[in-house]
């Protein structure tokens, strides 16, 4: 099984985008191969033409059997985890979301499944609901 690690880069440092996603892979990895979009770019930008990027992302997306999604920035730009999340919709997939930086967003909570407070919840609920 696979889960999809969606959430802002634009507006937070690499090192804290990287963080949490760490953290989901260790508390899901067990039951579940993680991908995420600075998969291979940990470091910086490997891709010469930000479409590969694109193009990657969405097919992770339809590979995978959950999307997971930080929603915890008030400040970051969310146009691509937005991009993500509809896609991820239209899929079918299931999209949990954790954190609560866009409560009030009509699009957000029309296109997830659930909201969650924490990462650890989120991944908890994963667990439990995937495996």
Same mark, same amino acid.
């Given at each position: 099984?696979?889960? *999809?690690?969606?959430?802002?880069?634009?507006?937070?440092?690499?090192?804290?985008?990287?963080?949490?996603?760490?953290?989901?892979?260790?508390?899901?990895?067990?039951?579940?191969?993680?991908?995420?979009? $600075?998969?291979?770019?940990?470091?910086?930008?490997?891709?010469?033409?930000?479409?590969?990027?694109?193009?990657?992302?969405?097919?992770?997306?339809?590979?995978?059997?959950?999307?997971?999604?930080?929603?915890?920035?008030?400040?970051?730009?969310?146009?691509?985890?937005?991009?993500?999340?509809?896609?991820?919709?239209?899929?079918?997939?299931?999209?949990?979301? *954790?954190?609560?930086?866009?409560?009030?967003? $009509?699009?957000?909570? $029309?296109?997830?499944?659930?909201?969650?407070?924490?990462?650890?919840?989120?991944?908890?609920?994963?667990?439990?609901?995937?495996?």
């Amino acid at each position: 099984k696979i889960v *999809f690690l969606s959430g802002p880069m634009r507006g937070v440092p690499r090192s804290e985008s990287l963080a949490w996603r760490k953290i989901a892979k260790n508390l899901l990895s067990k039951n579940f191969n993680v991908l995420h979009a $600075y998969r291979g770019r940990e470091e910086k930008e490997t891709f010469t033409d930000p479409r590969a990027a694109i193009i990657r992302d969405k097919n992770d997306i339809l590979l995978c059997d959950v999307m997971l999604v930080n929603d915890t920035h008030e400040g970051a730009s969310m146009i691509g985890t937005s991009m993500e999340i509809l896609w991820a919709f239209l899929s079918n997939k299931p999209i949990i979301v *954790f954190g609560n930086a866009h409560p009030n967003d $009509y699009w957000l909570n $029309y296109h997830i499944h659930t909201r969650v407070a924490t990462l650890t919840d989120a991944c908890e609920l994963v667990n439990k609901m995937f495996i």
